[in-house]
């Protein structure tokens, strides 16, 4: 899922584990498993993979097909294209492949009522995913 080079990325997460170490007071030879979860956070790849399919749903939820098309795109030639074959595929792609399956994306407003009618009043609108398969 990763779209750098793999030493560039080793770089980073090695950077990270210095900063959690500092901040925790740890020393050097702490595993770097047990630092994460002694943090409360989360290995680098899974933050990049979160964040892709995070943008993804936010896309999909405002209908936005000038972005959708070219992220579109991008998925189809990393599933055709001789180029991509020997590359790592981009995040957004890999992400949008995971995502495709969620076509129907609806929103429902809640309503509230605390004291009787006189007190009714509407919450902000919700984002409720709904897989396709429920729609069959």
Not at 7 to 21: P, S, T
Not at 31 to 37: F, G, H, I, K, V
Not at 83 to 89: A, C, D, P, Y
Not at 96 to 118: C, Y
């Amino acid at each position: 899922m990763e779209s750098a080079s793999r030493c560039h990325l080793v770089k980073i997460d090695r950077i990270q584990y210095k900063a959690l170490r500092q901040s925790c007071g740890t020393m050097r030879s702490t595993p770097c498993l047990p630092l994460l979860a002694e943090c409360s956070e989360h290995p680098l790849n899974i933050r990049r993979e979160f964040l892709a399919k995070k943008f993804i749903l936010k896309i999909k939820v405002a209908n936005s097909e000038f972005i959708i098309d070219p992220i579109y795109n991008i998925a189809l030639a990393d599933l055709t294209n001789r180029f991509w074959r020997i590359k790592n595929s981009p995040p957004l792609a890999a992400a949008f492949r995971d995502l495709s399956h969620m076509e129907n994306i609806g929103t429902f407003r809640i309503l509230q009522v605390e004291n009787g009618p006189s007190s009714i009043r509407f919450q902000p609108i919700w984002k409720i995913l709904v897989p396709s398969e429920f729609y069959r």
